[in-house]
Nanobody, 127 residues
Framework: QVRLVESGGGSVQAGGSLRLSCAAT????????MGWFRQRPGKEREGVAG????????DYADSVKGRFTISQDSAKTTLFLQMHSLKPEDTAVYYC????????????????????WGQGTQVTVSS
């Protein structure tokens, strides 16, 4: 059974950087996609970034493109989200997610495309 545990959240000033981690266990092969999502106060959950574990292809939300980078460690046991130039509007609970993605035309950064979720980690950006 796939299990995901996020860590690395915290408080940072605007313009600063933070790296989130997602420890993954239970993958049976490389035919998975993973993504980072966030839920800002009073808002619906939204996609941030996604990656195809087999091919390494990525996609990003326009709001974070150029500032955030999604990646995976060489052992393929940990997913990362490196965040730079953080803004107050980046404040949210951040979640990692996974699903089999065989047959996907591209990496989808959509909440309904994923079926396994971590518990979330809080990121707070102050001005």
């Amino acid at each position: 059974q796939v299990r995901l545990v996020e860590s690395g959240g915290g408080s940072v000033q605007a313009g600063g950087s933070l790296r989130l981690s997602c420890a993954a266990t239970g993958f049976t092969d490389s035919s998975y996609c993973m993504g980072w999502f966030r839920q800002r106060p009073g808002k619906e959950r939204e996609g941030v970034a996604g990656i195809n574990l087999g091919g390494g292809y990525t996609d990003y939300a326009d709001s974070v493109k150029g500032r955030f980078t999604i990646s995976q460690d060489s052992a393929k046991t940990t997913l990362f989200l490196q965040m730079h130039s953080l803004k107050p509007e980046d404040t949210a609970v951040y979640y990692c997610a996974a699903n089999k993605c065989t047959g996907w035309a591209r990496v989808y950064v959509l909440p309904y495309a994923y079926n396994v979720w971590g518990q979330g980690t809080q990121v707070t950006v102050s001005s």
